[in-house]
């Protein structure tokens, strides 16, 4: 039996229904003790005795409790509105903080208050409240309510493909990219249902894109500001004007409804298995769209060489961005996906032929350039080898 199968076999079930919150672990567990070993006893995990939950987490999962009948029963009243909704949250928040002994006088607030609280709150709500809370800020529309639960990572796996749909069917594009960016867990038919939406978009997409060239370009205009900025170092001024090159491959000739492929091709949630389901599922208009768009980024890759991902810059300067740029290896990998999976149809649809010969143009010259860098690479080792010998 397996170390995993022995804890398995030892620990206690519970519901995840009733306990589906963050405890507070550290003081549970100060108060186990280890049941009274038994000489024939020879299994590694050891039962303990003197499990309890404290009272505050008792009470707070009861307030959830209570939230959700009462949430769930105003969701059904017609006349239900968004001033009611926060009323709701803000008693719900304020009931909590009492428990720990916080005060907070909180009145009517707006939604760009509520999204603060939201952010304290969100570690106290539990599977169930959060689900219904997602599903009050779409049918009341409070979205920056809703982004601040995506961007908290507050979507629970279960209720994720329900949300996309709704985003997708609201045209709430701008949303849909965050839950690309910021839920960990999605699926290949959610993936799916956001690949072909992104390909639909018109070229300026609906009016919540506008946030998706700004925060484009605000990155790329703070990566041209670091770059120049004395102050922070020759090092770091180094990884500024390389991030500002990268962000400028992945702004300059892009639609705004391009931008949004950006995510998806760079998304860590996106493996092959997955993106060629996705792709295999896509209409010939679609697989067009997408063709031209990942030819845009071979020859930007021709072009400027000397542009390559931007690990430090996220982290040493705040340019988020640069995790979000598709790589020369993402793009080649897509196309490959795209070519096997679509491979008659490219073939035997005369519209295709065009593309697929320009495609063939700048494979075969960054293959040349690919096989002289490898050479040089080959060379260097063998030099730094010999150097040491």
């Not at 769930?72 to 002994?101: A, H, P």
């Not at 969100?122 to 409240?129: L, P």
């Not at 709704?166 to 699926?187: F, P, R, Y």
Request: proline residues 2%.
């Amino acid at each position: 039996m397996s170390l995993l199968e022995v804890i398995t076999k030892q620990s206690p079930t519970t519901s995840d229904g009733n306990y589906s919150i963050v405890l507070n672990s550290e003081l549970v567990l100060l108060q186990l003790k280890p049941e009274k070993e038994q000489n024939d006893d020879v299994s590694l995990v050891k039962r303990g005795t003197g499990w309890r939950l404290l009272s505050t987490d008792v009470e707070v999962i009861e307030l959830g409790k209570n939230f959700f009948k009462k949430l769930q029963k105003k969701m059904k009243n017609y006349t239900f509105n968004k001033d009611e909704f926060f009323e709701m949250l803000v008693t719900y928040s304020t009931e909590i903080w009492d428990k720990f002994g916080v005060s907070v006088h909180a009145d009517r607030l707006d939604e760009g208050d509520i999204v603060k609280l939201i952010e304290d709150l969100g570690n106290f709500m539990g599977r169930d409240v959060k689900g219904l809370v997602l599903e009050a800020c779409v049918v009341l529309e409070t979205w920056e309510v809703l982004e601040s639960l995506i961007v908290n990572r507050l979507v629970e796996h279960s209720g994720l493909s329900s949300l996309i749909n709704n985003l997708i069917e609201k045209k709430q594009s701008w949303l849909v990219v965050l839950c690309v960016k910021h839920v960990l867990d999605i699926q290949t038919y959610d993936m799916m249902c956001v690949l072909k939406y992104f390909l639909s978009l018109s070229r300026n997409g609906d009016s919540t894109l506008i946030n998706v060239r700004k925060e484009w370009e605000s990155q790329a205009m703070s990566a041209i500001e670091k770059a120049m900025d004395m102050s922070l170092g020759s090092i770091r001024m180094d990884i500024a004007r390389d991030a500002s090159l990268l962000l400028m491959l992945a702004h300059d000739g892009f639609s705004v409804s391009e931008m949004c492929l950006h995510y998806l091709l760079a998304s860590r949630n996106v493996d092959e298995v997955i993106l060629g389901a996705c792709i295999s599922k896509l209409t010939g208009s679609e697989i067009m769209i997408l063709i031209r768009y990942l030819q845009k980024w071979l020859n930007k890759y021709e072009r400027f060489p000397q542009v390559c991902p931007c690990p430090k810059a996220p982290f040493e300067l705040g340019l988020k961005a640069c995790e979000w740029v598709p790589s020369l290896e993402d793009i080649v990998k897509c196309l490959g996906l795209v070519v096997d999976e679509h491979f008659s149809s490219l073939v035997l649809h005369q519209e295709f032929h065009e593309e697929l010969k320009s495609l063939d143009e700048v494979v075969n010259s960054l293959t040349v350039e690919a096989k002289v860098c490898g050479i040089m690479s080959n060379l260097t080792e063998a030099l730094k080898r010999k150097h040491k010998g």
